[in-house]
């Protein structure tokens, strides 16, 4: 089955210890979408200005993307600056330009408003209910967000948290919302808002889930070397939607693999910059590393 | 089989922010030998003051640890004092008394110079090292260190990590001995120090292993209330220990779980101020926490 993702697409300059790239294809649609491709047929929207660039439209052909969905409008691509320490862990916005994304409003074509799988990455909670409005009941429905909408759009979070399957936030983000700093009872008062499915990521500690059939410990794969970890959230929430759109049974039976796919994908997308790494990848790279992953956490 | 453990045993008053509780039974040693207690005869070394109270000599007893090596000398017993934040991840040390522990130097009984196992728990690297000097040659060493002595005795270190088995240490410990901020590079700095087996503590988000059989990334039991990480550390390394003394052929086929009961004994160790949870746990409480993180870890 096919999945509908709708979050940001746009151009991420970014600046590393070891090198700079300017106005890579970013987002995080951008990021889900090239995700979920390797597992079924992806369904984006978004919005672009005249700027962005052509070979980024093929890109995302390339990985056969419906981009039916996408708005192409007068202005500027959504453009984000930002700068990671040496750690990698800690990155620093040095610019962010709106421009086309100031006024964008989500609209689903006909042809997306049944998707059974829906998957509502990083962009504001008001948008993401706007996509839940238009459509019908999906099979599963998957929210991602980031501190920013804690910070200034609370009350619409909140309220998108109540309609959505899964909800997806980092650690940090997870215990600003709850106001608690222990990680089950942070899941637990999310659970209370709404969400069955409760997936708090880690970054290079993996993922942990809280659902119905009890926790998860997912692990994340050891990188040699973290050449850029922009979107790498988007791209484990991406690949965790498409996983599941591809299996048969219930989703509690086969979420614990799907993450686990996710933070292979996520552990590729930090290898490259932007997305030049995932664009790359071949779907038997991907299963090589789940069995490695399996090994891994055997005891 | 039986294990040898040497480190500080100790007074210890500790603070967190819901409780303050003066002159527990605290000390590496202590906290190592009540875990291994749990699998294996122990058989300690470690030196107390005039003012070390019985009752903790009766609580060592009572788990079976042998105290031929534990001296007895005029003075004060070592005593640590120390403060967690909230988030119980940080704490800051308010006050050390070193006591007895300042001229100490270990003897080891005839009768446990033969010692298969031998746990080198932290302590100054020279007192492990000599340890090692009076040993024949075991069948198993494991070290644990702490940042002080990457700090102020670094030489001796190195020295003593070229003579273990298996070395131990956290991760911000194992990014400031090998300047290397991946965990994999800095594995990689280590085993050529000498060790065949590299494990590094990551806290809440378990351990991780290097070793010549491949990575293994251990999981942390979640808790729901911790109330005191003092001694975490030293319970996972003295229960990896006492569970290896219990198993037969290689240690490389046994590690991995080892470390999962080391993990599950450390979750114990956080349950209770010092060490009043692991004196009261049981054997079969051990099990089932591990029966459970198989199961947290399945996919």
């Known amino acids: 089955m096919s999945v509908l993702i709708v979050g940001s697409t746009a151009l991420d300059s970014i600046k590393t210890p070891k090198a700079e790239n300017p106005k890579l294809l970013g987002g995080s649609a951008s990021h889900a979408a090239v995700a979920a491709s390797f597992f079924a047929p992806v369904k984006l929207v978004g919005v672009v200005g005249e700027d962005f660039p052509k070979p980024y439209i093929q890109l995302y052909r390339k990985h056969k993307i419906n981009l039916d969905g996408l708005q192409l409008k007068e202005g500027k691509t959504f453009h984000w600056s930002g700068e990671y320490e040496v750690n990698m862990d800690n990155r620093q916005t040095l610019l962010t330009e709106l421009g086309v994304f100031e006024t964008f409003t989500p609209h689903l074509p006909e042809s997306h408003k049944k998707s059974p ?6 962009i504001a909670p008001s948008l993401q209910a706007h996509v839940l409005d238009q459509m019908q009941r999906p099979k599963f429905i998957i929210a991602d967000t980031m501190d920013l909408w804690l910070n200034i759009a609370l009350k619409d979070l909140l309220a998108l948290i109540g309609r959505v399957d899964a909800f997806v936030l980092n650690e940090s983000e997870a215990h600003q919302l709850t106001e608690r700093s222990n990680i089950l009872h942070a899941a637990r008062e999310i659970h209370k808002l709404g969400p069955k499915y409760v997936i708090i990521k880690k970054g290079h500690n993996g993922a942990f ?4 059939r009890g926790l998860f410990v997912c692990p994340a794969y050891p990188l040699e070397d973290v050449v ?7 791209a484990f929430v991406g690949a965790i939607m498409g996983y599941l759109a591809t299996r048969s049974g219930p989703i509690e039976k086969n979420l614990r693999r799907a993450m686990v796919y996710g933070s292979v994908v996520a552990s590729f997308c930090c290898e490259g910059f932007g997305l030049t790494r995932l664009t790359k990848l071949k779907r038997p790279e991907i299963d090589k590393r789940v069995a490695e992953l399996e090994k891994l956490v055997r005891f």
Chains 1, 2 share one sequence.
């Open 228 to 234: 850029d970890p922009t979107g790498a959230g988007d």
């Open 209 to 212: 889930l809280s659902s119905p």
């Open 117 to 122: 799988f829906v998957l509502l990455a990083n």
